[in-house]
């Protein structure tokens, strides 16, 4: 599934109804017509939002249209009130926007919320009360009791502005493209031309209960900041970014160069971009038999971490994901 920069899903959420109250009369040995005691039906689930730091895109939500909070359970006799509904609880990460999908009227904001903040959206039916409140003098064996309220149901929209965890800058067909494709959900086109990537890609790699979003962005060359090739507004995608991984080709000739390249076009767009973390990841290792490539690659970023990769034999791929974890927080 390829994932836009907005990710939006809607989803029809619904309430518990509350429980039936009880109709029932006391039975006891020499009392041989009890009172009412039938008793309450229970409230019914809420649907509660709540923020997931570790969640980065709504994809968990994309599989399943309608989600239901559990109803309340019926009243019981002796005046037992019924059990409440289990409540609905949608987690989401944060930054995530909950409209109404009828009207768009933004419902709640979760920009500003801490792992763990939730929101009550929908509160369940209330319980039916059971035929032991309606005795009176006149009315000693009520046969009556309440039904629960029907819960509520809501059609919204989830919205969220996707910021990538790390940022791919290389050249054009260092091969960005090649290993989204082989690490997360994403389905970018991968050919043996420049400039086949011509807007950003954004993928989602889970590493056990973490997500890291990574963004291919197209290739950048010497010049991009005066127009040449793509240019370089494609770079606001990296903006937000809390790492860049530098890629570097092991196949070609003067493999080294073009990291410097790289940084003078990205300093060009915005300096802030050389201050975010980076390392440095060499590409198509199965090119570089003798690793002399690799070699002389460790020892120029000996201050950074490497990683050497290769799309066709996997090597390095374990370690990659790994560094990307430890990077994106
Ligand atoms: N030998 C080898 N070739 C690779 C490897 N990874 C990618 N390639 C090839 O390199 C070429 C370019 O790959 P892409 O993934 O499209 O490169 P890119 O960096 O996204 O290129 P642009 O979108 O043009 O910037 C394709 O023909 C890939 O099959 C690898 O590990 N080994
Ligand atoms: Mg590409």
Known sequence: MPLGFVDETSIEVSSGSGGAGCVSFRREKYVPKGGPDGGDGGTGGNVIFQVK???????????????????GEGGKGRRMAGKKGEDLIITVPPGTLIRDDDTGDLLHDFSENKDGDSWIFLRGGKGGLGNWHFRSSRKQAPRYAQDGEPGQTVQVVLELNVIADIGFVGFPSVGKSSLLKELTNANPEVAPYPFTTKIPNLGMLRISEKEVVLADIPGIIEGASHGVGLGFEFLKHIARTEALAFMIDLGEENFLDTYDKLLIELEQYQPALLEKKRFIIGTKKDMD?????????RERFCDYPVIVVSIFTREGMDELKQLFLTMAK
């Open 53 to 71: 730091t570790n969640l980065k895109t709504l994809s968990h939500l994309s599989r399943k249209r309608k989600h239901h909070a559990k109803n």
């Open 289 to 297: 038999e003798s690793g002399e490539a690799e070699q002389a690659l």
